[in-house]
């Protein structure tokens, strides 16, 4: 027996570079019972999937602190709300002290940067000691690297600690150089001038470097807490109370946390459904568009399900609870979405391992630009070349635009998703989906309703069809056959009149009988028909001909042993289907059908929604076998389906597609669940695949673009043509820019609409 693997999210807190996130997942990797961890520097946090036989969650927490960096701790039966609001106020106070060490290195490089200008100016330094000038600027720059740098210097130890360099690394080892080159020139200037050296001092470029990378920090910070924007407003949506009948009748409304499974609880008309339920009493509309992205309210009766969050809109109504809590539709999309943020793309591996080399190399690189303008450059002006030129490099190549770059927008893209009805499993599925160029859909219940509707009703010569149809109507109230079910419900979307039957019969495997305002009314198929001794009129028949050469079902109808019409049944297309179909053939993607109905039917539909591929006659199990008919050919397949016997096939499938009103078997063998019963999820989910791996590219564009150019150019390649110098504070500047353009462009996600049709 296989052992059980548990799944441990924690919250990490001093991360400040991808390095830092890689640091901590190797160190949760190589704790014994670990099998996989995962942490995500975007979220900060840290997934572990592992053996609780073996190691417990403080053993997980307690390699991450080792690891240098800490958890924030949060009480097991914290709300996901709750939770979300502890994070956010912790992110909060991070954010205040974050721009309060930015105001402070700011303020301070603003009086350090006029006072080291003094000394481009000989008539003034005639009036200035120049000794005690470097002194003050001194003092002023130990506030800006003991208070507003001092996290950089601190994960830089924390990385040499444990054999690893970060991102915290080129920042401390730059901005230390330069001050420790400045403090050597201050206290002994004798050193310099003894070897005909101006004892020059750059208290004004470690300060403003130093201003410059916080002030990155606080436009990244800021924006990294609107690409988790999408869960706050999910957990916004939660009602904070519920109106709950008391024994004897009273109604009192109490904190959501207090409601129980089987209360029964009131909505009224604007008001917000508590939790998940049944409904006992009562009809409404209900707006479910947080949902399903469905802008138009779903119409609701005793019997009918609800869900939390959702607001309803006319009726007032009852409602047995079935769930609360994490149990919740609500909370299972806000886990699904916490999870799907937290995961790790495959696109970002090029990232990861070239971060992993990134800072050794650019240390190297440093050292060479040090050690080739110390030999190169003349003897009076060699070590300040030198040194400037070796903290151009350091700050320019930090690698930050890369950490962020995928996680992001991943961030955004599955958030967005969410609000239309969209939930990605995980990074790796929304990247599978960019790729697809075949979509498999099932037939039944994903391009048709997958519930028999009456699309035909035609009553012999001289009936009045609302009379034949109350008579049939009568009839089949009494059964249960799924067809009859279809008469009933036509029947009443015309409001035929309701009549009483008696003496009902049904007959096993052809239809029904009973007597209605004493006349025996029959209905079922032509056999039933035929064994009563009831001949067709001609015109009945060649109407049952064509219904039956449209693959219809066909119902025969009889009153008082003479034919008195027909009726056609058939799994009615969704109105959407074929528009959604489509949109996906104009996105270049072939869309192919699958059923078990025979060739005939299969083909009716097919024509109907624009298919010019489909495999029919599928038995259940031969449904992945159909997947892997369309892989062998080269094909990236996506497999849509709602049933359980579509589970093996969807995960078969390169990405596979719930529908949301499937089986929970099918959502988990699915990569991606749709909340609407429809197509245009598809037709979303790929399109947001789309622009969301768009983006990840761009993203990593800039990047290695930035750092491939930026650090030859900090190097000095551009001097001996050119006559340029990199200054350390535009390359700080630039890291600066090019982290919060990364963000910027993974916020435009938010922007993301649905394709029109």
Known sequence: MEPTTKTETLDIEGMTCASCASFVEKSLSRTPGVQRAVVNFATEKATIDYLPTQVTPATLKEAVVNAGYGVMERAPDT???????????????????????????????????PLSMLMLWPALMQHVNMRWLNYGLLLLTLPVLLYSGREFYVSAWNGFRHRAANMDTLIAVG?????????????VPEFFTRRGLMPEVYYDTTATIIALILLGKVLELRAKTQTSAAIRTLMGLQAKTARVVRPGGQEADIPIEQVQLGDIVVVRPGEKVATDGIIEEGHSAVDEAMLTGESLPVEKKAGDPV??????????????????????????????????QGSRAPIQR????????????????????FVLWFDLAPVEARLPLALVNFVAVLIIACPCAL????????????????????????????????????????KTGTITRGEPAVTDFLPAEGLAPGQLLSLVAAVERQSEHPLAEAVVRYADAQQAVVLPATNFRAVEG??????????????????????????????????????????????????????????????????TSAAAIHQL?????????????????????????????????????????????????????????????????LAQADIGLAMGGGTDVAMEAAGITLMRSDLTGVVTAIALSRQTIRTIKQNLFFAFIYNTLGIPVAAGLLYPVFGLLLSPMLAAGAMALSSVSVLTNSLRLRGFTPLKH
């Open 175 to 187: 901005t230390g150089a330069a001050f420790l080159y400045s403090l050597a020139a201050t206290v």
């Open 350 to 369: 090029l990232a990861d391992k070239v971060s992993a080399i990134f800072v050794p190399t650019v240390v190297v690189i440093a050292i060479l630009t």
């Open 307 to 340: 869900f939390g969050a959702t607001i309803n809109k006319t009726g007032s109504f009852r409602f047995r609870v079935t769930k609360v809590g994490a149990d919740t539709m609500l909370a299972q999309i806000v886990k699904l979405v916490e999870d799907a």
């Open 510 to 575: 052809k239809g029904a009988t009973a007597s209605v305002n004493g006349q025996a009314v029959l209905i079922g198929n032509l056999r039933l028909l035929e064994e009563a001794g009831t001949n067709l009129f001609p015109r009945l028949r060649s109407a049952a001909d064509q219904l039956l050469a449209q693959a219809k079902t066909v119902l025969y109808v009889a009153v008082d042993g003479q034919a008195a019409g027909v009726i056609g049944v058939a799994d009615t297309i969704r109105e």
């Open 403 to 442: 950490g962020l770059a995928t996680p992001t927008a991943i961030m955004v893209s599955t958030g967005k998703g969410a609000e239309h009805g969209v939930l990605v499993r995980n990074a790796e599925a929304l990247e599978k989906a960019y790729q697809v160029n075949t979509v498999l859909l099932d």
């Open 585 to 649: 053939q104009r996105l270049g993607i072939e869309v192919v059908m699958m059923t078990g109905d025979n060739p005939q039917t299969a083909a009716q539909v097919a024509q109907q929604v624009g298919i010019t591929r489909y495999f029919a006659e599928v038995l259940p199990q031969d449904k992945a076998g159909k997947v892997k008919e369309l892989q062998a050919e080269g094909r990236t397949v996506a497999m849509v389906g709602d049933g359980i016997n579509d589970a093996p096939a």
């Open 79 to 113: 709300s996901a709300a709750d939770r979300q609001a502890e994070i956010d106020q912790q992110k909060a106070l991070a954010y205040q002290n974050l721009k309060r060490r930015f105001w402070v290195a700011t303020g301070l490089a603003i009086l350090i940067m």
